[in-house]
């Protein structure tokens, strides 16, 4: 069963690497880099297969549920904090290793997030580096529904905002001080759409 047939990206000749000519920041778009067939398989076996859990989040002087699910995969020398983390799926290191391979960068954490519905977003924000140093990379990689991924400088406003369609199957490469630079949002949505599955694989605790 093929899912998500609206993708035309597929099948139109437009897949391939986009680079954002932006200040503060090294951007890449690679659209289609999982095909059509495998981010289909990967999208039914993490959504079904994920032990995903909700979580509280501090907002203003109170406590709120965040309006998403979430997981946690890191390799087993990081597990300091926490012992009792899953061990990597077959199928996540699998992703792991072809992103590696195309952005030739070493990942040993994956947080994964589940948008169960328009209702399902995260609001503006710069990503947790874990490293000693600012310029990082995190790899991020959609499988399931399209959604809007928001961008927006922190300190320049002559700097338009920057909206990226993230498709079925697509990988986005934020490195260099973006995160320090810049924030993002995924804004929730009226239409009705079906899940969509995030996994932003990391470099906790590497200096680089």
Known sequence: MLLFEDTELFS??????TVFDLPDTDLM???????????????TILLNETNWREYEMPMFDKTVKAPRMISWYEDKENKEENKDLPNWT????????????????NYNSV?????????????????KVGTKTKNTYIASVTFGETRMFKLRHKFRKDISPLEIPLHHGTLLLMGGTTQSHWEHQVPKTAKDVLPRINLTFRQKNKTI
């Open 12 to 17: 139109s000749g437009k897949s391939g690497k």
């Open 90 to 105: 077959p199928e996540l290191l699998f992703i792991k290793k072809r992103v590696e391979k195309e952005t030739e960068v």
């Open 29 to 43: 778009l690679f659209d289609c880099f999982f095909s059509k067939e495998e981010s289909d398989e990967f999208y």
């Open 111 to 127: 947080l994964l997030n589940l948008y169960r519905n328009g209702q399902d977003g995260v609001s503006w924000h710069s990503d």
